[in-house]
Structure formats: C-alpha cells, structure tokens
C-alpha cells in the first residue's frame, strides 16, 4: 500500500535555483494539501486542492506554486529558491466531506544554500 | 480564526511514568475535529486518534487515553507506562468539519522517554 508518496526525500538547492516537489496518492482522495514543516512552528499550509481542477493558498503561499495535474498528481514549484523556504515539506490528502484524517506522505527534506 | 496551543515544547520522563501531553484549542466554529498525531525520529507523520466535537467521551487505546473537554477548549493525552518508543514528537491539530478541511496544527511537544 503506497498511500501517499512523495519525492524527492531530500534536496539541496542553491539560492536562485528552481524546483518541482512530486505527490502521487493512490487512495482516489478527492483534497490534496501541501505543508511546511520549521523548527518549533508546527506544520503550516501552503497550498491546497479541494478537487482536481482546483487550487487556493493556505497560510503561507508566498514563493510558491502548485498543480494539481490529475486527482492521483499534486506538485509544488519553488520558482527561485530562498533560504527562508528550507523546510521539511509534507504532502497529505484526504477523502473529503466524511471527517476521515488526513494521510501523509513521508516528507521532503530541503535545503537552499 | 482557528489556533491550537502546545504550551509544552518537551518533556522528559522515565520509563514507566505516565505523561500528559496538554493541547488547548481556540474555534469560533460550532463542529470541528481534533486529531493526535505523531511524528517518531524517522520523520513520518502517524495519525493517532480524530475526535468530532460532538463526542466528549475519552477515548482509551492500549496505553493511550484522550480526554476532550469542550467547556475548557482541551484535548489532552496521555500515556501511561511510558515506553521508550514512545519518543516523538506529538502534535495536535484542529480542522472544520466542513468547507477546506486544512489541518491547524500546534507547534507540538516533544517527548523523551528516558530508559
């Protein structure tokens, strides 16, 4: 059971640079969001997507953008990578409206220099 | 607005003790969700326990119990007999039960279970 799947599982970027961060679920979820993860700050969301088709922003968008590709693919793009968004990046989905919790993937690890 | 406060940023205890890991929540909503989860040093996010704002009942699972109290906006943990794996850092998260369904997490509380 793959569940929700993320890659790459660590990054390392150079300031400037750009990056697409991968999420395939293959639970037919309907919900997929994107969350960062800093020290002593919990998870927070950048983006989501209620369906495929659809995205919006979260708490802290900025840097940031997203697809949805089809209901299984939800990527998020670093257009130009900054130190501030070194992070541990979690995927999650959910099949919305039936109060079920959100599965996570196993995160990605990045660091821009 | 919704927030969620781990006042506790770590706690150390002994095997075998039991420990409360204490999340206090704020909501203007009248239905939510509170969940558990844990995250072991391998990284991983490990979901525990949802409980819907209707239910009060605490919950009891192995060495793991969960009290929700309403009147005081509270959803605390606790495990009893300690266990070294249980080390981790734990956190707790609020989410709507309708509309976008994003998780409002704490900033968590990591434990450490001393042999």
């Known amino acids: 059971n793959a569940g929700v799947t993320q890659t790459p599982k660590f990054q390392v970027l150079k300031t400037g640079q750009s990056m697409t961060l991968q999420c395939a679920q293959d639970m037919n979820h309907n919900s997929m969001y994107w969350y960062r993860q800093d020290p002593g700050m919990g998870l927070r969301l950048i983006y989501y997507s209620a369906s495929e088709g659809t995205t919006d922003k979260g708490e802290v968008p900025n840097g940031y953008n997203v697809s949805r590709l089809n209901k299984r693919e939800f990527s998020l793009r670093l257009e130009s990578a900054a130190p501030s968004q070194t992070s541990v990046y979690f995927c999650?989905?959910?099949?919305?409206?039936?109060?079920?919790?959100?599965?996570f993937g196993d995160g990605t690890r990045l660091s821009i220099l | 607005a919704q927030k969620v406060t781990q006042a506790q940023t770590e706690i150390s205890v002994v095997e075998k003790e039991d420990v409360t890991l204490d999340c206090v929540y704020e909501?203007?909503?009248?239905?939510?969700?509170l969940f558990w989860y844990k995250q072991p040093p391998s990284g991983e996010l490990v979901f525990l326990i949802r409980?819907?704002?209707?239910?009060?009942q605490n919950e009891i699972s192995g060495r793991y119990s969960w009290n929700f109290q309403k009147s005081t906006s509270s959803f605390n943990f606790t495990i009893t007999a300690s266990q070294v794996v249980d080390s981790a850092v734990y956190f707790c998260?609020?989410?709507?039960?309708?509309?976008?369904?994003?998780?409002?997490f704490g900033t968590g509380t990591r434990l450490t279970i001393i042999p």
């Open positions: 998260a609020l989410r709507r039960s309708f509309g976008n369904e994003k998780l409002t």
């Open positions: 909501t203007r909503d009248t239905t939510y969700y």
């Open positions: 999650a989905s959910l099949f919305s409206g039936v109060g079920q919790p959100q599965h």
């Open positions: 409980r819907n704002s209707f239910d009060e």
